[in-house]
């Protein structure tokens, strides 16, 4: 199934124009870039930064600390170091503080005992961001397209609702990538984003397994499927007590309050897709990172390790396209990005807006420009469809065979670590080492695993069998504790 002559010299020409691209605008950062004394933010120094989700819902459950205290430190550091890092978009301190005041008059007031109040509201004055994309009351809701910048959310979506219904307090809405297209979070209402652990870098990130409904664009026929919403967080405690909250009805196909016996699972491990041409080569301080984590598994935890070469793992990229280009159970085909561009409004020329923006004029950014320019051409005929669709079914069965309901597969989350702004305009298929789990429909868990030598972020992604999310969180929660897990960054 090797790709044809064609294929191949218009894969050449998409990474050469990429290229060129990503050099003009590594130029533009040298040269016109914002410039910053230090390339990471400061440390942190309060200690209420510094605690989990639900360590901080606790203390103040216990009325240890304030509410407004805690909303407070969070709304001194985002002041610190957000014009460094450009993560949140726009705030809504008054707010957060307003509330963090009517949480502490509830606990005054003493009427619920803790363990009513961790019931009802498991995250009671706990403090949390929203992606722009997804609908928080009063705030824009563009996902960063030009278009619909004057948007403003009349309600909460879905998991929003949810989680201030738990009583979480959102202190404001963090950037994105245009239409939620592209894995560098920048776009031409609110720029670009900055990786705190060196300003030179992307932040990358996404997540899902929860309802979409209040995002935009909202995945619809086939793509509902597969395109979903999910927790991010800097503990892995954290992960199972938001998805109770977060996946609201949906909670009863997990099994998240089953206990994990980690010495009891089977774990697989692959260190590259096996070489596709598409993808970058897995930097060595991945593979090393993993080889540390298997080694681990195998002489300490004493635990069950094998290593796999799945074949059809190199066609990646071709089963998230086939998953994008399927069409709904009523017969209808995907919508196309180009109209999601004008916003199913004004027509968009691609080929007009390269030209545009080549001059600086185009509302639209590089990213979403090529993808459109592209889309017909990557998007499947029916026959090629059929064929990636096949091998899609075969590797699906061969990993859940495989996994069952006590296996766990280790895979590198990305080729390389955190790369530079706009070098990922030179390896555009490179989110198919995530991506290909969301066209296969299985659980993922992203565990951060400390830093390279660089300062750089390192990690692995932990997969599981369908619905057993409980077993990716397990593995999460003892990689954290027997690696470190999250780094403060600055502290490099």
């Not at 090797?2 to 010299?9: C, E, G, M, Y």
């Not at 008059?105 to 109040?117: N, P, S, Y």
């Not at 998240?256 to 930097?283: C, N």
């Not at 390279?452 to 992604?461: D, E, F, H, R």
Request: glycine share 8%; net charge positive; charged share 20%.
């Amino acid at each position: 199934m090797a790709p044809s002559f064609t294929a191949r010299i218009q894969l050449f020409l998409l990474r050469a124009l990429g290229f060129l691209i990503g050099l003009v605008g590594r130029a533009a950062l040298v040269l016109g870039g914002p410039k910053f004394a230090s390339k990471t933010p400061r440390p942190v120094t309060e200690p209420l930064l510094l605690l989990s989700g639900m360590q901080l819902a606790k203390l103040i459950r216990q009325r240890k600390v304030k509410c407004i205290d805690v909303v407070q430190a969070y709304i001194n550091r985002i002041k610190d170091v957000n014009p460094m890092i450009n993560g949140i978009v726009k705030y809504r301190f008054e707010e957060a503080m307003k509330e963090a005041h009517a949480v502490d008059q509830k606990l005054a007031e003493k009427q619920e005992d803790e363990a009513t109040l961790e019931n009802k509201w498991p995250f009671l004055g706990v403090p949390l961001t929203v992606k722009e994309a997804f609908q928080l009351q009063g705030m824009p809701n563009s996902s960063g397209l030009m278009n619909r910048r004057d948007a403003i959310a009349k309600t909460d979506a879905t998991v929003v609702a949810l989680l201030k219904g738990a009583g979480a307090i959102p202190l404001g809405i963090t950037n994105c990538s245009e239409l939620c297209m592209w894995y560098e979070s920048s776009n031409k209402i609110y720029g670009r984003s900055n990786n705190p652990y060196d300003l030179q870098h992307i932040v990358g990130g996404s997540s899902g397994v929860v309802p979409n409904k209040g995002q935009f664009p909202l995945a619809v026929g086939a793509q509902e499927l597969f395109l979903c919403t999910g927790p991010m967080c800097r503990y892995a405690e954290d992960l199972a007590p938001m998805l109770k909250v977060m996946a609201g009805p949906g909670i009863k196909r997990l099994k998240l309050d089953t206990k994990v016996h980690l010495k009891d699972l089977k774990f697989y491990w692959m260190e590259h897709d096996g070489g596709s041409f598409l993808m970058s080569k897995v930097d060595q301080d991945l593979i090393m990172t993993q080889k540390k984590v298997v080694v681990h598994l195998e002489t300490i935890l004493g635990a069950s390790v094998q290593h796999v070469k799945l074949k059809k793992m190199k066609y990646s990229f071709q089963l998230w396209i086939a998953m994008m280009s399927a069409k709904g159970h009523d017969g209808k085909e995907p919508v196309k990005f180009v109209d999601l561009l004008g916003d199913h409004g004004k027509h968009v020329s691609p080929l007009w807006e390269l030209i545009k923006w080549c001059l600086g004029l185009s509302v639209y950014t590089i990213p979403s420009i090529g993808l459109a320019l592209l889309e017909e051409k990557l998007r499947y005929s029916n026959e090629k469809y059929q064929k990636f669709k096949a091998v899609e079914e075969s590797l699906r069965k061969e990993l859940v065979d495989m996994l069952g309901d006590d296996g766990v597969f280790l895979y590198p989350s990305h080729p390389t670590v955190a790369p530079k702004h706009h070098v990922p305009l030179t390896r555009p298929f490179n989110f198919a080492y995530t991506g290909v789990f969301s066209a296969l429909g299985l659980p993922v868990t992203q565990c951060p695993l400390g830093l390279n030598a660089k300062g750089l972020p390192l990690g692995i992604q932990v997969v599981a069998g369908p619905f057993n999310d409980h077993l990716t969180l397990a593995v999460a929660q003892y990689l954290e504790k027997t690696f470190g897990g999250w780094v403060c960054p600055g502290k490099f």
